[in-house]
């Protein structure tokens, strides 16, 4: 038995005796009890009434890859290849990384339940909550090699805010890839886009673009995030996982077809649209060395152009980090 199998059982929010989730699953109810105790540490709250037995509160909606699937269009479908749907992985990038090393990945979507060594840019780790978030990896060979892809984590942004925007979520985007959340007390983030490369500047290579979003967090996980964040069910009271990863499969396998053909130029209007500091004062960070100015959008290769003392300056992604300046 593991945990996640007692989770499944217990999504439904109803009350469960010891005896009867052990029937379920084949074990004791000792065993089941042991299982119990480890649902706090991944973010969930167990209640346990004399008589009645044991219930999850404020329950997550488990993944089903024949509903995510059976959400998509006939179009979308013929282009996935093969979707995983792991209960714990390290890291859903790592895992199409390695499909793509062994010949596979192209058209491959990985979803986990939780993460164990999920990572942002620059290194930074990702939290996880066992179903609280949407872990997405999907996997694009490109034949036009490296240099072609300049922009893809923004046009990923921008089919994400489009998708949100649509279910009535107004995301806002913060260069490079975050996905950002106005809110009564400032500014809070929602999600964030790590887009991994392999290959060379003139053949093929792979992709896999990485994809979290928030769903629900428990105070304990809030607790331990060190900047302010924001759940989708707080924004959009039930909304459903398994709704919005097929429309995330949708939106990103027209994102990426089209991408390859086009590049990054036919999102940087959208782009600069959805940009939390269009006009702003920002502080760059690079390194040590600290500039000011103000946020001009992008270019078409995805590049931010920011005002320095009446001088447009661009900047690439790498090690630069931007914030807001108040």
Not at 71 to 87: I, K, M, T
Not at 179 to 193: C, F, H, N, Q, R
Request: charged fraction near 20%; proline fraction near 2%; include cysteine.
């Amino acid at each position: 038995m593991s945990v996640s199998d007692l989770i499944r059982l217990m999504s439904d929010g109803a009350f469960h005796s010891g005896e009867a989730l052990g029937r379920e699953i084949g074990v004791s109810r000792t065993a089941v009890w042991k299982q119990l105790r480890k649902l706090e540490g991944l973010g969930l709250s167990v209640e346990t009434v004399r008589g009645c037995g044991y219930r999850l509160l404020d329950p997550p909606e488990p993944l089903r890859g024949a509903d995510i699937v059976a959400g998509l269009s006939r179009s979308a479908r013929q282009h996935l290849r093969h979707l995983f749907v792991e209960d714990s992985i390290g890291s859903t990038n790592t895992f199409l990384l390695d499909r793509f090393a062994q010949g596979a990945g192209h058209g491959e979507v990985c979803l986990a339940e939780w993460q164990s060594a999920g990572r942002g840019r620059r290194g930074r780790s990702f939290y996880s909550e066992w179903g609280g978030n949407i872990h997405f990896s999907i996997g694009w060979q490109f034949e036009s090699g490296v240099g072609a892809l300049e922009g893809l984590s923004l046009a990923v942004g921008v089919a994400m805010a489009d998708l949100l925007s649509e279910r009535g979520i107004h995301v806002a985007l913060k260069w490079p890839n975050d996905l950002l959340i106005s809110t009564p007390e400032g500014v809070a983030k929602l999600g964030g886009i790590l887009v991994e490369v392999r290959g060379d500047t003139s053949g093929p290579c792979q992709v896999v673009i990485g994809v979290g979003v928030n769903i629900r967090l428990s105070s304990k996980g809030r607790a331990g995030i060190e900047q302010p964040v924001a759940a989708l069910t707080e924004l959009a009271p039930g909304v459903s996982r398994n709704t919005l990863v097929s429309a995330m499969i949708e939106a990103h396998i027209q994102m990426l077809e089209r991408f390859e053909k086009t590049g990054f130029a036919t999102w940087r209007d959208r782009w600069n649209g959805y940009h939390i500091y269009q006009d702003k004062t920002v502080c760059i960070y690079q390194g040590k060395t600290v500039s000011e100015g103000i946020a001009k959008g992008v270019d078409d290769a995805g590049n931010l152009i920011v005002d320095i003392n009446g001088m447009c300056k661009r900047f690439t992604g790498g090690e630069v980090s931007l914030r807001g300046c108040s």
